[in-house]
């Protein structure tokens, strides 16, 4: 005991401490075991022991599943980073450190970001392993710290690897996209460093303007339109700013090469429970609410754009234009410098009406050419995410003061503004009622789903695989049609098929065929990949066949329920027997 409290100043052997999980005793034992007993030794390290010999099990399985496809094979311990500088693929551990802890993981982090910092424009490709049960849980938030793609990435359980297929078939996949894995990562590094290069063009642009500038850019403009020199300035180089990437040429020629992505082979779907493209299109479309901070004091308090609301379970003030219509959103329609002036030369706000609708997968749809009213596609109304459906006539118009009194209650907020160009389109809608801004178009919405899945058995009652798949259901428009497209997570691939698998011969006749189909390398890819389209409204309502595209047709191998219970939806006997894979697909947020 004297000897490991000298060598060791914090071990307490009177502690419930467990030592052998603290890697600088582990360590520093080691390293003074010949001045301990056998005895003592074996104890310290019996547990270490047994747990590097079961890691070396699991990283002799590894290397020579990688070994079989013709890859030199390097190992190192917690100190990779120098030895992985020139690696094509990193199979690294998610905990380094026998505690299993946050310091283990992040120690793991940090030495896949060092590694990668040497490539950064082409990295590795990264396999995230552990024995841990939740690593496909914790898979995202490594992905997004690591800074990596998840194209580049894939996460297995150690139990796995030696399983026929699991690895096999992630290398096919990192090697598949690995191309244009690789050109997305160069655009984004090449990006980041055409911002540095524009916001030094911009700041040599910007220190031209000194002080005396300021004074007459406020004397012979701003006191015109009373206008502040803060908002002003922010908005002169956000403009100033964006010029300046455009004119970067690596940043060009690298979006330029996006170009050339192969879009023949669907990529799997990878990590779908932490993809929310509402967040990023709400981003494009309004201005962060810290903005309006910089707002004149004078005039109206609202400015062109702003979309007025009612907080969740407020009360609509009476007489107001929430009244009847609490669901309802207005957006100011006037033009901004009218609002500003004091005296404003506006005598009247006018605001178009908008009606709240669900963004669920069922009830949303993107915005079309020739859409009677015009939408917004999501708005962050208090906690929740709602679209818009604005109504151009729906009209109506209130003076200062009263818009003054409506903002003042404590049930009405500004619940976002407008980025100008969708103002403008919006008001051009409302005005006319033909044509439209042309705008960068919405990129399709994911909804994160859950899919319980069952077959029929010999009673005709449905029976649950033992696996709920992760997925994504996707909207978006071809042909000026909402189109709807479900796919799962690649890496329940092969449990999925040993679920299906270990059932087959308990599946009522009459479905039996249907669901060996499934279990074809064809129907088991498309699943997880490109997907299969799905009438979402149909699906809720009642349900819809499954069917994938195998090869040059589709093929039906079961049937969706969306967003309701698949045993009450599907009562006809003869509808139960022959419905395949019952798929019970439930939004997951």
């Known amino acids: 005991m004297e000897t490991l409290q000298r060598a060791y100043s914090a071990f307490d052997p009177d502690s419930d401490t467990d030592y052998s999980k603290d890697e600088t005793f582990l360590r520093i034992t080691w390293s003074i075991r010949d001045q301990l007993s056998p005895e003592a030794v074996e104890h310290i ?7 590097q010999e079961a890691m070396g099990s699991v990283l002799r399985q590894a290397e020579k599943r990688l070994k079989s496809f013709g890859l030199k ?12 500088e020139r690696a094509d693929l990193i199979l690294i551990d998610l905990y380094l450190g026998s505690q299993h802890s946050s310091d283990d993981m992040e120690q793991s982090i940090q030495g896949l970001r060092s590694a990668i910092e040497a490539q950064r424009k082409s990295p590795p490709a990264i396999i995230l392993m552990s024995s841990h049960p939740n690593v496909v849980a914790k898979r995202g938030k490594f992905r997004d710290e690591a800074r990596v793609f998840a194209s580049g990435f894939r996460a297995i359980r150690k139990a796995d690897i030696d399983k026929e ?6 290398l096919f996949e990192l090697a598949q996209h690995r191309q244009d894995s690789l050109k997305l990562t160069s655009f984004l590094e090449t990006w980041r460093e055409g911002i540095q290069r524009a916001m030094d063009a911009t700041s040599h642009d910007i220190r031209r303007l000194d002080l005396e500038d300021i004074a007459q850019l406020q004397n012979l403009l701003l006191d015109d339109e009373q206008a502040l020199r803060g908002s002003y300035m922010l908005d002169l180089v956000d403009r100033l700013l964006l010029h300046d990437i455009e004119a970067d040429k690596p940043t060009i020629a690298s979006a330029k090469k996006l170009n050339t992505m192969d879009s023949d082979e669907h990529p799997p779907n990878t990590i779908t429970e932490t993809k929310d493209n509402l967040q990023l299109i709400q981003k494009t479309l309004y201005i962060h609410p ?8 004078d005039g109206y308090p609202v400015a062109f754009g702003d979309i007025i609301a009612l907080r969740d379970g407020a009360k609509a003030p009476p007489g107001s234009i929430f009244a009847g219509a609490r669901t309802s959103v207005f957006a100011v329609m006037t033009p901004a410098c009218d609002l500003l002036r004091d005296p404003p030369s506006a005598k009247r706000v006018l605001l178009i009406e908008g009606e709240c609708k669900p963004v669920d997968a069922v009830a949303y749809s993107p915005p079309m050419p020739g859409d009677a009213d015009p939408r917004t596609i999501v708005l962050l109304h208090g ?6 459906a604005w109504k151009t006539k729906r009209l109506a118009t209130l003076t200062k003061t009263v818009m003054e009194n409506l903002i003042a209650k404590d049930g009405v907020f500004v619940a976002g503004r407008l980025r100008s160009e969708y103002a403008l389109e919006l008001q051009q809608a409302m005005l006319s009622g033909v044509g439209r801004v042309g705008n960068m178009a919405p990129m399709p919405s994911n909804y994160p789903i859950v ?11 449905f029976v649950p695989l033992n696996i709920k798949l992760n997925g994504m259901c996707v909207i978006g428009r071809a042909s000026d049609k909402k189109v709807v497209r479900i796919g799962f ?8 098929a040993d679920a299906l698998r270990s059932v087959v011969n308990n599946v009522n006749g009459r479905s039996r065929d249907r669901i060996r189909q499934c279990l074809s390398p064809e129907c088991i890819n498309a699943l997880f990949t490109e997907g299969f389209a799905c009438d979402i409204g149909k699906a809720s309502s009642k349900h819809v066949p499954c069917k994938p595209r195998l090869g040059s047709e589709t093929q039906q ?3 969706i329920v969306y967003a309701s219970d698949a045993d009450a939806k599907i009562q006809d006997p003869g509808q139960r027997q022959s419905a395949g894979l019952i798929f019970e697909v439930m939004e997951n947020r």
Do not use: C, W
């Open 383 to 388: 906690k929740s995410k709602v679209g818009v």
């Open 489 to 496: 997570d690649s890496i329940q691939r092969h449990d999925f």
């Open 451 to 461: 899919a319980t899945v069952y077959y029929p058995d010999n009673e005709r009652n």
């Open 45 to 51: 390290f019996s547990d270490y022991q047994s747990s």
């Open 290 to 297: 810290s903005r309006r901070d910089l707002d004149s004091p």
């Open 557 to 559: 191998i079961g049937t």
């Open 73 to 84: 094979v390097t190992t190192a311990g917690r100190d990779f980073a120098r030895a992985a």
């Open 165 to 170: 297929g699991r690895v096999d078939q992630m």
